[in-house]
């Protein structure tokens, strides 16, 4: 055991957090518009009308409303020259306007209306009658149907073709906040370690980790995996209560957002004193997490970062690919406003890794019936090459020095 695991209490460390995001800058209006005019290029080069935006996170990127996935739709419509135009139900109208303010234009539709037809009609009253309708990628069914229905034979597209090219691409501002999200998380990582006891239930510490992401000013948390023993080896957690026991490879992995912007960090360590088979596993994945961030230059495919870590892990005898004992997922995932967002590092996407990129590095090694570890930080590409948010663990028995 050493004196980063263990010998506190739930109450002593929430006590000891104090509240500070006074340098925490929100988006502001003129970057949303920076975003739009981006959009707007790509859509211009891409012979697109106009990209259909429904209560999703690039509704939120784009436009700056937050809103809930239901039945009805809200949303907007981008055009291809910049133009931002709003649509919703009539009744929502001072619910809309609540958030994007008064001077924006808004569409609305009645209860008894087609909503589809009111998109058809804002892109005729536009003068786009020609060009593709690019959909926001996580658009849902029945509002793609509606409009295939509404644009009568008119072809809808993957709106990831305009979204991911902005959205894969943070400014300082974005980095920022999700530098300030991981900041609270990584603390409370800690803190979530010093609570530890034996017997604790795995509940408890992931109402703990909720607590604490709140008592800094951070968001509830997003998610909380947290695992003892053998479940460690189950890469997203069991659902049941587990109760920690001496020996145990713990796995925490949680994160929360601060305006809208996400952290997501995994630490593994051992409860107790690890033995020979945990420090020799600890020390591999912690390899193959610097040889994914060694890799991770600018210009270098996203594919090549997830065969540098997997290179470290067959070379040690598992695998290969993605067979167990070894790693059964890629090894990163792009992040922002979305916990997983464009771009991957994973096997066949060549996309080139650019200036403002962010990913997660966690190239688990999962061991089926005896523990699993994985180490997640995140890292950004900046003009130099990449540079983590968070440092990484440094030892299986300092994990946090």
């Known amino acids: 055991m050493t004196s980063a695991i263990g010998g506190s209490t739930a109450a002593i460390e929430l006590a000891g957090i104090v509240k500070d995001l006074k340098h925490v800058t929100p988006i502001a209006a003129s970057e949303r518009q920076q975003r739009r005019e981006k959009a707007a290029r790509l859509m211009q080069e891409q012979g697109i009308a106009a990209l259909v935006l429904t209560a999703s996170t690039s509704l939120y990127y784009f436009a700056g409303l937050s809103w809930y996935q239901s039945e009805r739709l ?8 910049g133009k931002l135009i709003f649509v919703s139900p009539a009744f929502e109208e001072s619910k809309v ?14 209860e008894d209306e087609n909503p589809y037809d009111l998109v058809a009609q804002i892109l005729q009253d536009e003068g786009l009658s020609s060009g593709a309708i ?23 597209i993957n709106g990831m073709a305009v979204s991911a090219p902005c959205r894969m691409h943070k400014s300082a501002n974005e980095i920022a906040l999700m530098q300030a999200a991981k900041n609270i998380t990584i603390d409370v990582q800690q803190r979530a370690a010093r609570i530890l ?11 703990f980790i909720n607590q604490a992401h709140r008592a800094h000013g951070g968001s509830s948390s997003t998610f909380c995996i947290v695992s003892f023993g053998a479940p460690t080896a189950i890469p997203h957690g069991p659902d049941g209560a587990q109760y920690l026991r001496d020996g145990d ?3 925490i992995d949680t994160g929360c957002m601060v305006e809208r912007y996400h952290s997501d960090i995994t630490r593994s360590y051992v409860f107790g004193k690890p033995t020979p088979r945990q420090r020799t596993m600890w020390d591999l994945e912690k390899a193959a997490q610097a040889a994914a961030f060694e890799t991770a230059q600018l210009g270098v495919p996203c594919e090549q970062v997830d065969a540098a870590a997997r290179r470290v892990i067959e070379a040690a005898g598992l695998g290969p690919g993605y067979k167990t004992p070894g790693l059964p997922h890629r090894t990163g995932h792009g992040i922002g406003l979305d916990i997983h967002e464009w771009t991957y590092l994973v096997k066949g996407n060549r996309t080139p890794l650019a200036t403002g990129m962010c990913f997660s590095n966690e ?35 300092a994990p946090f020095a």
């Open 74 to 81: 809200v949303g907007a419509v981008l055009t291809r020259e």
């Open 134 to 156: 690019a959909l926001d990628e996580v658009a849902p069914f029945f509002i793609a149907e509606g409009l295939r229905l509404a644009f009568k034979g008119r072809g809808l």
């Open 363 to 397: 190239p688990m090694i999962c061991i089926d019936g005896e523990f699993g570890i994985r180490l997640e930080d995140h890292f950004y590409m900046t003009e130099h090459g990449p540079k983590w948010f968070t440092g990484p663990s440094f030892a299986v028995d």
């Open 249 to 251: 490879m713990v796995l």
């Open 97 to 110: 306007r609540e958030t994007v303010g008064e001077q924006v234009a808004v569409r609305l539709w009645e």
């Open 197 to 207: 006891r034996e017997g604790i239930s795995s509940f408890e510490v992931a109402d």
